[in-house]
């Protein structure tokens, strides 16, 4: 499948047109005219398609300007942090507006550029592998499967890096707390798409000896030397149907104004006619509701409780295979090593690769050094634990954890919830409130239990790790009271 050329690749060279010798004035008001005319296509859902690489040209040209590692702003309410690949989360106030993660506001994490599939009727995925009957299935044949709509929250297994980092560098994107969404996932079950090849359900291990499901994505990366990002689950697993794993093509039933192509194409197309007048060409695509490019366009896995990583976007093919997956991002990637571990010592096939995340809990309705005003204030944020497991409290201590008190839980408004998996949805978060009295400056913290009685460690240096992964302590936000913000 055809996919987005890094901007990177290319290089510019100088204008040579006389045409493009323009008064400052004219220059001034096109730039402005094309700011706001790309503002107006991402707004109004109008989706582009680049025939010319301009604008990726002009982005790699930028790349002296910025430190892509370590600068970060806001573009279409999302924190973007300026490193190719594309990576964003929103502001960690976003995630407490609704109970379901709305897409424009869902965390994007990716490891190569964005793939374009350019006739969702032309394209097809494989299964292939230890099994009788491989075969090719397009997405008219995962369509006729039944649909199921399963509420679940991905968090990417770097998620509040940067609190970990301050306890002691660490490798990877510097996420705050807010690589993390819930959404209301939309396609057909793995196990009945499975069965389309002659594997039924609640099998462990099929007639050639296949254990794994290893999902094989368009996307390709430097990781695996260009090769593409892959991952697997035991197949036990991915047919068991109450594992809900998906092969997903809706989220939330919604489609995104905003993806990274889209900022790609503002950045690039404002920019273009200080170098060459280069053709952008635009098509308006199906309306459907299936996902956008930033989410997996048009078809991922889905693998509720587990950690982001292992919900492969862009499915070119499924292989069943008799070990889990060699690649980089299973054995070299995503995994948990103890504070002594360093990059002279390190070894990484001593430890597996990350599946279920643990308890985690944070607060989003505060940041570090908010002033507010003294009295009641509400403290709010998420909860959520992996491999199905439902949030038993949440406790919120107003004096750095001295003294503890219970905060109530919710999935939906108005309904009282019930960590079990009948009346929630176990695959899913909750939010929290609390009203508390603040009187004083004051360190905030949060804690959650989980129906296992799993519990987040009290501080961050006792599972410091040198890939800055799974860092689920205690959240803590200092406050100022005063009458002012700073």
Same mark, same amino acid.
């Given at each position: 499948?055809?996919?987005?050329?890094? *901007?990177?690749?290319?290089? %510019?060279?100088?204008?040579?047109?006389?045409?493009?010798?323009? !008064?400052?004035?004219?220059?001034?008001?096109?730039?402005?005219?094309?700011?706001?005319?790309?503002?107006?296509?991402?707004?109004?859902?109008?989706?582009?398609?680049?025939?010319?690489?301009?604008?990726?040209?002009?982005?790699?040209?930028?790349?002296?300007?910025?430190? &892509?590692?370590?600068?970060?702003?806001?573009?279409?309410?999302?924190?973007?942090?300026?490193?190719?690949?594309?990576?964003?989360?929103?502001?960690?106030?976003?995630?407490?507006?609704?109970?379901?993660?709305?897409?424009? @506001?869902?965390?994007?994490?990716?490891?190569?550029?964005? *793939?374009?599939?350019?006739?969702?009727?032309?394209?097809?995925?494989?299964?292939?592998?230890?099994?009788?009957?491989?075969?090719?299935?397009?997405?008219?044949?995962?369509?006729?499967? *039944?649909?199921?709509?399963?509420?679940?929250?991905? #968090?990417?297994?770097?998620?509040?890096?940067? =609190?970990?980092?301050?306890?002691?560098?660490?490798?990877?994107?510097?996420?705050?707390?807010? =690589?993390?969404?819930?959404?209301?996932?939309?396609?057909?079950?793995?196990?009945?798409?499975?069965?389309?090849?002659?594997?039924?359900?609640?099998?462990?291990?099929?007639?050639?000896?296949?254990?794994?499901?290893?999902?094989?994505?368009?996307?390709?990366?430097?990781?695996?030397?260009?090769?593409?990002?892959?991952?697997?689950?035991?197949?036990?697993?991915?047919?068991?149907?109450?594992?809900?794993?998906?092969?997903?093509?809706?989220?939330?039933?919604?489609?995104?104004?905003?993806?990274? %192509?889209? @900022?790609?194409?503002?950045?690039?197309?404002?920019?273009?006619?200080?170098? #060459?007048?280069?053709?952008?060409?635009?098509?308006?695509?199906?309306?459907?509701? %299936?996902?956008?490019?930033?989410?997996?366009?048009?078809?991922?896995?889905?693998?509720?409780?587990?950690?982001?990583?292992?919900?492969?976007?862009? %499915?070119?093919?499924?292989?069943?295979?008799?070990?889990?997956?060699?690649?980089?991002?299973?054995?070299?990637?995503?995994?948990?090593?103890? *504070?002594?571990?360093?990059?002279?010592?390190?070894?990484?096939?001593?430890?597996?690769?990350?599946?279920?995340?643990?308890? #985690?809990?944070?607060?989003?309705?505060?940041?570090?050094? !908010?002033?507010?005003?003294?009295?009641?204030?509400?403290?709010?944020?998420?909860?959520?634990?992996?491999?199905?497991?439902?949030?038993?409290?949440?406790?919120?201590?107003?004096?750095?954890?001295?003294?503890?008190?219970?905060?109530?839980? &919710?999935?939906?408004?108005?309904?009282? &919830?019930?960590?079990?998996?009948?009346?929630?949805?176990?695959?899913?978060?909750?939010?929290?409130?609390?009203?508390?009295?603040?009187?004083?400056?004051?360190?905030?913290?949060?804690?959650?239990?989980?129906?296992? =009685? !799993?519990?987040?460690?009290?501080?961050?240096?006792?599972?410091?790790?040198?890939?800055?992964?799974?860092?689920?302590?205690?959240?803590?936000?200092?406050?100022?009271?005063?009458?002012?913000?700073?």
């Amino acid at each position: 499948m055809p996919g987005l050329t890094a *901007p990177s690749d290319y290089a %510019l060279e100088p204008p040579r047109h006389p045409a493009l010798q323009i !008064n400052a004035k004219v220059f001034l008001f096109i730039y402005f005219i094309l700011f706001l005319f790309f503002l107006f296509i991402a707004f109004f859902n109008i989706n582009f398609r680049i025939s010319s690489v301009c604008c990726m040209k002009y982005l790699s040209n930028l790349s002296f300007l910025i430190e &892509y590692s370590c600068v970060n702003f806001i573009f279409g309410g999302l924190v973007l942090w300026m490193q190719q690949p594309f990576n964003a989360e929103p502001p960690r106030s976003a995630l407490i507006s609704s109970y379901v993660t709305p897409v424009d @506001f869902f965390y994007k994490r990716n490891h190569g550029p964005i *793939p374009i599939v350019e006739d969702v009727e032309k394209y097809y995925f494989s299964i292939t592998g230890l099994i009788e009957n491989p075969k090719d299935l397009f997405m008219k044949d995962i369509m006729m499967l *039944p649909k199921y709509n399963v509420t679940a929250t991905l #968090q990417c297994a770097g998620n509040r890096r940067t =609190a970990m980092s301050k306890s002691k560098t660490v490798k990877g994107v510097g996420w705050d707390v807010s =690589a993390v969404g819930n959404a209301v996932w939309g396609g057909a079950k793995l196990a009945d798409v499975l069965e389309l090849v002659g594997i039924p359900k609640q099998t462990s291990v099929t007639k050639s000896g296949g254990k794994h499901v290893e999902f094989v994505s368009i996307d390709k990366c430097k990781e695996e030397n260009g090769g593409p990002y892959k991952a697997s689950i035991p197949l036990s697993q991915a047919t068991d149907p109450e594992a809900d794993v998906l092969l997903a093509y809706e989220m939330n039933g919604e489609v995104s104004k905003f993806d990274s %192509l889209w @900022f790609y194409t503002c950045l690039g197309g404002i920019f273009c006619l200080t170098t #060459q007048a280069y053709l952008i060409s635009s098509t308006l695509l199906s309306c459907q509701k %299936l996902l956008n490019r930033d989410h997996g366009y048009p078809l991922r896995g889905i693998v509720p409780g587990v950690i982001g990583a292992r919900s492969v976007k862009w %499915l070119e093919a499924i292989n069943i295979i008799a070990e889990e997956c060699q690649g980089f991002f299973m054995q070299k990637d995503y995994k948990m090593f103890p *504070p002594s571990v360093n990059w002279d010592n390190i070894n990484w096939t001593t430890r597996r690769p990350l599946m279920d995340f643990p308890v #985690q809990c944070v607060i989003c309705s505060l940041e570090d050094m !908010n002033v507010i005003k003294p009295g009641k204030v509400k403290i709010s944020g998420y909860a959520v634990s992996g491999g199905g497991r439902g949030i038993e409290r949440v406790d919120v201590s107003i004096d750095g954890g001295k003294n503890w008190v219970e905060a109530s839980r &919710y999935q939906k408004m108005g309904v009282p &919830y019930v960590a079990d998996d009948i009346s929630s949805d176990k695959w899913a978060w909750v939010l929290f409130e609390v009203m508390v009295d603040i009187p004083q400056s004051t360190q905030i913290v949060a804690k959650a239990v989980d129906t296992a =009685a !799993n519990v987040q460690p009290e501080n961050v240096e006792t599972i410091w790790n040198l890939r800055g992964v799974l860092n689920t302590s205690w959240h803590r936000v200092s406050v100022r009271v005063g009458h002012s913000n700073i």
